[in-house]
């Protein structure tokens, strides 16, 4: 177990210990989960290596017209608040969760965070997680769904590199598709990748920068949104 | 601590485990930097994010005819021996090291991972170590120098949101520089973050693809590879 990012071999450190943490966070994740269904808020765990383009991904989403729903996020990340101040001036209420040196977002970090935000009054609560394509996967944070950011600059075989994350997927955005005609990528290659790992592969081509895709990730968001809210009025 | 990736929140874990483990890694890295001191050869913790171009990077320092130096190379991925049998078909002595569901190599994996490869034989073993920008970076393996592969994809304030990672690099190699004319991305913007976290700011502008900045990244090797073959033979 490391002092800085709480990493360690997991064979090293005593079994009733690795439990007695994951189930302390399974708790504090499962209260998350009741706040917002009660609220019919749909919570998303947004996740993806550093700089595949997640915070990216919300400002556009801020932009679209065709939004519509209600819209607020906290951003998890080591030292800075950039991606919470970058939200803001998107038009998002928004706040940034520092880690210190933590590797990933915890329900109990989420948990104090909702309190500095007015996340009852949206329809749509976004957690964007420490830029990480291994732990942020293993922490439930009370999310209804995992969405995975994945950059079409990363390459082709990352979903069968990195299966403890896509496996958690419902949904994976292949960002930055804007870069496809200056890279030796092939998306067939990816989507093959994730349907080897998702237990369901849906996958959306995304470009924050051309605004390809950010329509039907939004029709997306809306249509988990109001399976949520249904269940909440219900 | 989680089950899978040993991922927990430090402060819950108690001290003595944290320590011990921490203190168990840094003897085996301390044996393997003694074995690799004795035969005179350059380890180097090849680090950075998924798809930041590691795998890339050495297969274009395999091609540079300038190479000279003999190179061995050891991959860590959660799962696939994609990168090593890369490696291999480039011509360097590889091997895969699979880490199940761990964020990081840690120094026992790599100690293993020499009983495979003709590391006395070379002049450089190059650890690319699992994609993540943040864990790898607390465990020591027994390497001289740190190198951080950042893509110029990534945007320009990673260094201030990972500046774990950062703080222990002894050199960081901007990647993917080729694509630089299609991304709004500034290379003053990061080498100035670089400069605010890095104890020695030293960056190298690379491309896999056209060969850009390869030869100056070989004699950055070379220049500490024959520092670390003097004291062998002193």
New interface residues.
């Given amino acids: 177990?490391?002092?800085?990012?709480?990493?360690?071999?997991?064979a090293?450190?005593?079994v009733e210990?690795?439990?007695s943490?994951?189930a302390?966070?399974d708790r504090a994740a499962a209260h998350n989960r009741e706040h917002f269904a009660k609220a019919g808020v749909l919570a998303v765990n947004l996740m993806g290596?550093?700089?595949s383009g997640k915070t990216a991904l919300l400002e556009a989403t801020a932009r679209a017209k065709k939004a519509g729903l209600r819209l607020a996020a906290m951003s998890g990340?080591?030292?800075?608040q950039?991606?919470g101040d970058r939200l803001k001036r998107a038009g998002i209420p928004a706040r940034s969760i520092t880690t210190g040196?933590?590797?990933?977002l915890?329900a109990?970090l989420v948990h104090k965070g909702l309190h500095d935000l007015p996340w009852r009054d949206v329809d749509l609560l976004v957690i964007e997680n420490?830029?990480?394509?291994?732990?942020p996967?293993?922490?439930d944070l009370g999310q209804q769904v995992n969405v995975v950011a994945l950059?079409v600059?990363?390459?082709e075989?990352?979903p069968?590199?990195?299966?403890?994350m896509f496996r958690k997927a419902d949904l994976v955005l292949l960002t930055?598709v804007d870069?496809l005609p200056?890279?030796d990528v092939d998306v067939a290659a990816i989507e093959n990748a994730l349907a080897q790992t998702m237990p369901a592969c849906e996958m959306i081509q995304v470009s924050a920068k051309t605004g390809q895709g950010i329509d039907e990730w939004i029709d997306w968001l809306n249509h988990h949104r109001s399976s949520i809210a249904r269940k909440a009025t219900s």
Same sequence: chains 1, 2.
């Fill in positions: 177990m490391c002092e800085t990012c709480g990493c360690g071999d997991p090293l450190v005593p210990i690795q439990e943490l994951l302390g966070n290596s550093p700089g990340d080591l030292a800075t950039n991606d040196s933590a590797c990933h915890d109990e420490v830029g990480n394509l291994v732990c996967a293993v922490y950059a600059t990363e390459g075989d990352k069968l590199k990195y299966p403890v930055k870069l200056h890279l």
